[in-house]
């Protein structure tokens, strides 16, 4: 049986940074819609904060314009995050039922992993998948 790493090095959680041009929008999709909370918002008015639900935790940042260029985003599918989950069909179903804007449906992935691809109203891509119960 493997013997859990506790030195001081190991990684813990990593955090995606996502950009919004609209940060009250942001928060209103991310709470209302995805059913995130809103851990903190910094600033007079808001222009960076965090929201989380459950173990994911995303960092909302504004800015002036997208640093994306046009279409390439969603051309080349430049996920801004991938949220693990426990049941990504479930999850997907809460989701279309709220109307979120897919960017790519539930899918079974060649890898076994199930998927889809939520567009938030930035145009952010956010990838929410269960990974393969099956050994590769």
């Given at each position: 049986m493997p013997v859990p790493d506790t030195s001081p090095l190991q990684l813990r959680r990593a955090t995606a940074q996502?950009?919004?041009?609209?940060?009250?929008?942001?928060l209103t999709f991310?709470?209302?819609?995805?059913?995130?909370?809103?851990?903190?918002?910094?600033?007079?008015?808001?222009?960076?904060?965090?929201?989380r639900r459950d173990d994911a935790r995303l960092n909302l940042r504004h800015v002036d314009e997208s640093p994306f260029v046009?279409?390439?985003?969603?051309?080349?599918?430049?996920?801004?995050?991938?949220?693990?989950?426990?049941?990504?069909?479930?999850l997907f179903r809460e989701f279309r039922a709220a109307g979120a804007d897919f960017q790519?449906?539930?899918?079974?992935?060649?890898?076994?992993?199930?998927?889809?691809?939520v567009r938030d109203p930035d145009g952010n891509l956010l990838l929410?998948?269960?990974?393969?119960?099956?050994?590769?």
């Open positions: 996502v950009f919004v041009t609209d940060f009250p929008r942001a991310y709470r209302g819609l995805l059913r995130f909370e809103i851990v903190f918002t910094h600033g007079d008015p808001p222009f960076y904060g965090e929201v046009a279409e390439v985003r969603e051309q080349e599918q430049l996920l801004s995050a991938y949220i693990t989950a426990a049941d990504a069909e479930a790519e449906t539930l899918q079974v992935k060649p890898w076994g992993a199930t998927e889809f691809v929410f998948g269960s990974p393969s119960t099956s050994p590769s």
